[in-house]
């Protein structure tokens, strides 16, 4: 189980640090993702990582303002977010992908706007 937290209305400029508490399945063996959908579009990847080694990889438009990291005491997937524009506005999915199983949060919303 994924449970996104940390969205919410922030004005431009702004930053917000999503979470994802990941609980039911071996987090250290994941390999975990940020996605994102504003409304009209499809889903869009922004970043991963890998729960045991911390390696990550950005989608070229979001490198620079997002950061990936995990707390792998807690089991929780973060998303830091910076220098927000109105088109971040959109809901916040984490993904879990393991051999066998590919897990899903409910989303989070995240609105810049002034």
């Known amino acids: 189980r994924l449970v996104e937290s940390g969205g919410g209305l922030v004005q431009p400029g702004g930053s917000l640090r999503l979470s994802c508490a990941a609980s039911?399945?071996?987090?250290?063996?994941?390999?975990m993702k940020w996605y994102r959908q504003a409304p009209g579009k499809e889903r869009e990847f922004i970043a991963q990582?890998?729960?045991?080694?911390?390696?990550?990889y950005y989608a070229d438009s979001m490198r620079g303002r997002f950061t990936i990291s995990t707390n792998t005491a807690k089991n929780t997937l973060y998303l830091q977010m910076n220098s927000l524009k109105a088109e971040d506005t959109a809901v916040y999915y984490c993904?879990?992908?393991?051999?066998?199983?590919?897990?899903w949060g409910q989303g989070t919303q995240v609105t810049v706007s002034s």
């Open positions: 039911g399945f071996p987090f250290i063996s994941a390999l």
């Open positions: 993904n879990a992908r393991l051999p066998s199983a590919d897990y």
């Open positions: 990582i890998t729960s045991a080694g911390g390696i990550t």
